[in-house]
């Protein structure tokens, strides 16, 4: 990583000129030689310490925006001991899908990235720090860095390099827009029941004591209030509601992977079922999402069991925006092992570009599993023919109002 002082040529001549003096007598061609040497040697440790003690790091305001939105970006580079720096240059990796405002990006040999170079010098103890705004323009997960970071000594004979890792990113959420939009009802886009969501009587809020009817379960009978009375009682519960839905995100969008995939159109199916995901978490459904896709930091197909909690809508959020965009098998493949596992009565949601004979065939025996199942095909052509009772939207030709408007993602 650093040079070291006895493979440098001059350091050699140092040396030489010393026993030159030494053999002819001359002091001051020995005194040159010594000079040297402690120049050098002071160089040397000066180098050597250079970048110890040195702090390099990023400090955004948020790391998770939405794709448009922006973070300010602080970096502060910190010299934490008693000695000073001339020069110290500093060269940060930045993905190219983040725009940075404020400094002007350089080439980076790293595919996919540009690079942000910072140069000064420090005294004892000084903390520098500079200023941005970083924006996010398309979605997913991009990592900052790694930095490399070059400094020396103060007399210039030395050079010392360091590569610095990071844990820092930046993740940027899929588009959300209104139903509308894409073409959906804001009024019962799954097709709800008109007199809303099912309901039962949920035996974690008991709300009183009544006369048994026929019907009543035995095993709401309170025998403890029958003993007191002459006739039977049973417990009354708070009706609760229950809407299960699953995202089932199918991300191909041709018919053979070597074919590559439509930018568009997987943006169409994210942007869709993220949109469609927003609409649950604000009505309180309890969703989940299934894929044949991985996200960046899995090696498997996505399956999120379905939730009503408060964090939900963040971690599907969080699943599409790293969604890569080849698929991990057919989804045909994916639903026929993992059907099962959905929660009876569910509403599944199916986003796609793609629809195959297998694809409507697994749909056909979902539809009559007694699963309530909602299309949303987002591509130009139109879906193939569906089962009888199959809720369909064709929204492609939604989307490519917003792409020539330039709200979405352009061909």
């Known amino acids: ?27 001051l061609v020995i005194g040159f030689g010594v000079m040297g040497l402690l120049v ?54 930045i993905p190219e899908d983040l725009e940075i405002a404020g400094t002007e990006l350089l080439y980076s040999p790293n595919p996919k990235t540009m690079k942000m170079r910072h140069s000064t010098s420090l005294s004892w103890y000084e903390k520098v720090r500079w200023e941005y705004r970083l924006t996010g323009t398309k979605r997913g997960y991009f990592k900052l860095g790694p930095s490399s970071i070059t400094s020396g000594d103060v007399f210039g004979l030395f050079d010392c390099f360091e590569r ?126 299934f894929s044949n896709g991985t996200p960046i930091l899995s090696d498997r197909p996505m399956d999120v069991p379905a939730s009503s909690s408060v964090d939900q809508l963040m971690i599907i959020l969080e699943v599409l925006a790293t969604i890569r965009p080849l698929p991990m098998g057919s989804m045909t493949e994916n639903l026929s092992t993992s059907s099962k596992t959905f929660p009876a009565g569910s509403t599944l949601v199916i986003t796609a570009a793609l629809m195959t004979d297998d694809f409507v065939g697994i749909i056909t025996r979902l539809h009559h599993m007694g699963y309530k199942i909602v299309v949303l095909y987002v591509a130009d052509d139109s879906c193939p023919l569906l089962p009888e009772g199959v809720l369909l939207y064709e929204i492609g030709s939604h989307f490519e109002s917003m792409e020539q408007r330039g709200e979405f993602v352009s061909r």
């Open 164 to 289: 610095r890792d990071s844990d820092d990113y930046v993740l940027v959420y899929p588009t959300v827009v209104s139903l509308p939009n894409i073409g959906l009802p804001e009024l019962r886009p799954l097709g709800e029941v008109e007199n809303g969501i099912r309901m039962f009587h949920d035996p974690s809020r008991p709300s009183g004591i009544r006369d048994y009817q026929d019907g009543d379960p035995m095993k709401t009978i309170d025998w403890k209030s029958t003993a007191r009375s002459t006739t039977l009682k049973v417990r009354t519960f708070e009706p609760s509601s229950s809407h299960t839905v699953i995202l089932i995100v199918a991300i191909e969008t041709a018919l053979r992977f070597w074919e590559g995939y439509s930018v568009a159109n997987l943006e169409r199916i994210i942007t869709a079922a993220s949109s469609i995901a927003s609409y649950c978490a604000d009505k309180g459904y309890s969703i989940g999402l």
């Open 1 to 27: 990583m650093f040079k070291k002082v006895w493979h440098d040529w001059w350091i050699g001549i140092f040396i030489l000129l010393i026993f030159i003096g030494i053999f002819s007598g001359r002091s």
């Open 40 to 93: 050098a040697g002071i160089s040397w440790v000066w180098n050597e310490l250079s970048l110890r003690e040195l702090n390099y790091k990023r400090i955004m305001s948020q790391n998770r925006i939405f794709k448009g939105e922006s973070v300010s970006l602080t970096i502060e580079l910190s010299n934490m001991k008693p000695i000073p720096l001339s020069r110290i240059d500093i060269d940060d990796d």
